[in-house]
């Protein structure tokens, strides 16, 4: 009888430990399935790498790109194609951050009952097509960046990255920079939309700035060097300074505040860090302190020297001050309601929207009909002769969106950034005016 007892027992343990092991898998089935399955080197769905089965569209429903029997297709407009390489995915599966690549388990479309059937599945991106195709379109044909997104949400609506080559005529790898992209993978010289840091450090650090006159007699001497400014912007309050993007009144500033505010205040703002978009980290920025009191600390205060920046993280901050200080984070993905993180105290960011709301100031309507928007330009010098085109902002009413543009060697930001910007809002006003 106790021999019995003893075989029960052992015969029962053992059954407790299977069901225990069996129901162990299965969570892990629940929990990673998906992601085992969407392995690369699961032969069912990928093969050399290459994912065989699965849908892309834009928000509207579009397709961006279908995969099937590994074979892809993507959207049936060339602009289109083009304008959201970057965004999709390429192919081979040379570029980062791509829709393809993070959102892989669900195109393999994996379930818990079914396993992967084969066909795969659908992810609907937050892109819109025709803001994407409006996009490319403004750029021209030269090299840059747009990104804009609902600042309410973290939605990306538009993120455009040229050069970009078409994916249905085949891969151009000998294009410089092509794999690269420019929103979130390149970090660029700001050159004036720097100055938002700047008068955010200012605003935060010096108690008596909105009762300060700033004089501009076109250049000024920092540290035994001249501090060129575009011309003579004579006497100026701060807010006057931003829109008249006044190098000496920005460059006395940033002497006055010191390289290690401005970084920190840089760093606070998410420029220099890796930022987080459906779990791809894009390249950080850099804020390198220069010499306490020398010309180079000035230079970097107004987005020159060492300062390098993304168009997304630009867009972020952008974003940030439309939302009252809270940054949403981006995502690929339509219907995303990313976390936020708190980038500046409210009475900040509603300072920097005075400061910003360009209604009235140098050929604002002209270049921006109908359009009431926080806005600032930048003009990168580069010291090769050429200049990087930069454009950021929001806008104050009608969908809620903040942008940013920044056109490689293009000149001019308000002038040759400003008008990319320009159609890309146009068209986002024509489209989600009465949604
Ligand atoms: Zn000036």
Not at 29 to 35: F, H, M, Q, V, Y
Not at 237 to 259: I, P, Q
């Amino acid at each position: 009888m106790k021999r019995m007892e003893r075989r029960s027992i052992a015969v029962l343990a053992l059954a407790l430990a299977l069901a225990i092991g069996l129901g162990f898998f299965l969570l892990r089935l629940a929990r990673s399935g998906g992601d085992w399955a969407a392995y690369t080197a699961n032969e069912h769905v990928y093969r050399l790498g290459r994912l065989q089965c699965g849908t892309l569209t834009d928000r509207n429903g579009a397709v961006l790109l279908r995969a099937e029997d590994g074979v892809y297709t993507y959207a049936p407009e060339e602009t289109v194609r083009r304008a959201s390489l970057h965004a999709v995915g390429d192919e081979a599966g040379y570029m980062g951050g791509t829709a393809l690549s993070l959102f892989g388990r669900e195109l393999v479309g994996w379930s818990f009952w079914n396993g992967t059937d084969g066909r795969g599945g659908t992810v609907a991106l937050s892109l819109d097509s025709r803001l994407q195709a409006a996009a490319w379109d403004a750029l021209n044909g030269r090299s840059g960046a747009v990104v804009l997104m609902d600042y309410t949400t973290g939605e990306i609506l538009s993120m455009v990255s040229a050069p970009a080559y078409d994916p249905a005529a085949g891969a151009e790898l000998d294009r410089e920079g092509v794999l690269v992209n420019r929103c979130t993978g390149a970090a660029m010289a700001p050159g004036s939309v720097f100055k938002l840091v700047t008068l955010i450090a200012a605003y935060e650090n010096l108690p008596d700035l909105q009762s300060r006159r700033f004089v501009c007699e076109g250049s000024a001497m920092v540290g035994g060097e001249e501090l060129a400014c575009v011309k003579k912007h004579g006497s100026q309050t701060v807010e006057t300074a931003l829109c008249n993007s006044c190098n000496v009144a920005f460059g006395e500033l940033a002497v006055e505040l010191g390289g290690e505010c401005l970084r920190a205040t840089a760093e606070r703002l998410g420029l220099l860090e890796a930022l987080e978009i459906d779990g791809y980290r894009t390249a950080p920025g850099t804020f390198d302190v220069a010499p306490r009191g020398s010309s180079l600390e000035a230079w970097s205060g107004i987005g020159q020297y060492h300062d390098l920046v993304t168009p997304y993280a630009m867009a972020r901050l952008c974003a940030a001050i439309a939302n009252g200080g809270a940054a949403r984070e981006g995502s690929l993905r339509r219907g995303a309601r990313t976390p936020t993180a708190e980038l500046m105290p409210p009475a900040t960011a509603e300072y920097l929207d005075q400061c910003m709301n360009y209604t009235g100031y140098y050929g604002y309507r002209a270049l921006f009909p109908g359009l009431d928007m926080g806005a600032k330009s930048g003009t990168a010098e580069l010291g090769d002769g050429t200049d990087h085109a930069w454009m950021v902002g929001y806008l104050r009413s009608g969908p809620p969106l903040a942008f940013a543009v920044a056109v490689e060697h293009g000149g001019w930001g308000l002038y040759d950034a400003g008008p990319v910007a320009n159609a890309v809002l146009q068209k986002a006003v024509e489209i989600y005016a009465n949604d």
